[in-house]
């Protein structure tokens, strides 16, 4: 398995960890945790040296509940699955739906660890980690938990959303879009740049869903057959062109005005040739110059197909 898929059938760009990296990973937080240990166990062996055999062993049995299951369920509940060997190998525990795991999910990993772990050298949980389809140990199955891999090589890069079709762009210029929330744009782009991994039913829900939630902020309907998903990749266009025109005109506003900003503006060489010799003709003859013909304009109708994930399911 290649990555997570939540409720919505949206696929999570994570990937979880093997059994190399974890088993790794483990070897780096029980040496940290066992040297914690020992030079703890040598300080309260000083400490309680007058103290009876009763005290001395209350006091053992409290500083390994301490260290060794307390300290790691603390860890990872504070630093939301990162202890310090799946800090230093890229790894994180997350819940099975991707979100970061609070204190019962590490409770129940850290009990369940003790068994797993300390009591058999880590061999159920390497039998456990094997047999698994993702690499999950008892304690993960039983707390909805799985270890994933945060340091993922970026070769792919970021999934760019898929541009509009044709006859749409431009569409929608004069659209408001003040009102449109920062994580309704989000949640757009994330459709947009993952629709084609969705089951075509769940895609076009999705859509119609998030088409309904921006008609809604922005006053302004789809048009009629128009796709959802089309509506939303033209209106995501028209934003990101107003964000472009903006950001050009700020930095031309910073370099200041150009060398022929003072200057008449210049004209083309072939227009001036032409208007020279439109006048001189019409001088010599005594007549007005006509214009010149120009191209009618088409209509431009959209396609009947909408390639690129647009179209409803069969």
Same mark, same amino acid.
């Given at each position: 398995?290649?990555?997570?898929?939540?409720?919505?059938?949206?696929?999570?760009?994570?990937?979880?960890?093997?059994?190399?990296?974890?088993?790794?990973?483990?070897?780096?937080?029980?040496?940290?945790?066992?040297?914690?240990?020992?030079?703890?166990?040598?300080?309260?062996?000083?400490?309680?040296?007058?103290?009876?055999?009763?005290?001395?062993?209350?006091?053992?049995?409290?500083?390994?509940?301490?260290?060794?299951?307390?300290?790691?369920?603390?860890?990872?509940?504070?630093?939301?699955?990162?202890?310090?060997?799946?800090?230093?190998?890229?790894?994180?525990?997350?819940?099975?739906?991707?979100?970061?795991?609070?204190?019962?999910?590490?409770?129940?990993?850290?009990?369940?660890?003790?068994?797993?772990?300390?009591?058999?050298?880590?061999?159920?949980?390497?039998?456990?980690?094997?047999?698994?389809?993702?690499?999950?140990?008892?304690?993960?199955?039983?707390?909805?938990?799985?270890?994933?891999?945060?340091?993922?090589?970026?070769?792919?890069?970021?999934?760019?959303?898929?541009?509009?079709?044709?006859?749409?762009?431009?569409?929608?210029?004069?659209?408001?879009?003040?009102?449109?929330?920062?994580?309704?744009?989000?949640?757009?782009?994330?459709?947009?740049?993952?629709?084609?991994?969705?089951?075509?039913?769940?895609?076009?829900?999705?859509?119609?869903?998030?088409?309904?939630?921006?008609?809604?902020?922005?006053?302004?309907?789809?048009?009629?057959?128009?796709?959802?998903?089309?509506?939303?990749?033209?209106?995501?266009?028209?934003?990101?062109?107003?964000?472009? +025109?903006? %950001?050009?005109? @700020?930095?031309?506003?910073?370099?200041? =005005?150009? #060398? &022929? /900003?003072?200057?008449? $503006?210049? !004209? *083309?060489?072939?227009?001036?040739?032409?208007?020279?010799?439109? +006048?001189? %003709?019409?001088? @010599?003859?005594?007549?007005?110059?006509? =214009?010149? #013909? &120009? /191209?009618?304009?088409? $209509?431009? !109708? *959209?396609?009947?197909?909408?390639?690129?994930?647009?179209?409803?399911?069969?």
């Amino acid at each position: 398995m290649s990555g997570l898929v939540t409720g919505d059938a949206v696929v999570l760009g994570l990937q979880p960890a093997r059994l190399p990296s974890r088993a790794l990973a483990l070897v780096i937080d029980l040496a940290v945790i066992w040297t914690v240990y020992l030079l703890l166990s040598i300080g309260l062996a000083l400490a309680t040296a007058s103290l009876d055999e009763a005290a001395v062993m209350a006091v053992s049995i409290a500083s390994f509940l301490l260290v060794l299951v307390g300290a790691p369920i603390a860890v990872e509940t504070l630093s939301h699955g990162r202890s310090l060997g799946k800090l230093a190998c890229g790894l994180r525990v997350v819940r099975d739906d991707g979100g970061p795991i609070r204190f019962r999910h590490a409770l129940v990993r850290g009990a369940m660890g003790v068994v797993e772990v300390l009591f058999t050298f880590g061999v159920i949980a390497c039998i456990a980690s094997l047999v698994s389809e993702r690499g999950r140990r008892i304690g993960d199955v039983f707390a909805g938990t799985l270890v994933v891999r945060e340091r993922v090589p970026a070769a792919r890069g970021p999934m760019a959303s898929p541009p509009p079709p044709p006859w749409l762009v431009g569409r929608f210029a004069q659209l408001d879009l003040s009102g449109v929330p920062d994580d309704l744009w989000l949640a757009i782009r994330q459709y947009l740049t993952r629709m084609r991994q969705l089951d075509p039913a769940v895609s076009w829900s999705m859509a119609q869903r998030l088409a309904g939630d921006l008609a809604e902020r922005t006053g302004a309907p789809a048009p009629e057959g128009v796709p959802p998903a089309a509506y939303l990749a033209a209106v995501v266009n028209e934003r990101q062109a107003r964000d472009a +025109r903006r %950001a050009f005109t @700020a930095a031309a506003r910073e370099v200041g =005005p150009g #060398p &022929t /900003a003072a200057g008449p $503006a210049a !004209v *083309p060489v072939e227009t001036t040739v032409d208007s020279m010799d439109t +006048r001189s %003709a019409a001088a @010599a003859t005594g007549s007005t110059p006509l =214009p010149r #013909p &120009t /191209a009618p304009a088409q $209509a431009h !109708v *959209p396609p009947t197909g909408t390639p690129g994930g647009f179209a409803p399911p069969a």
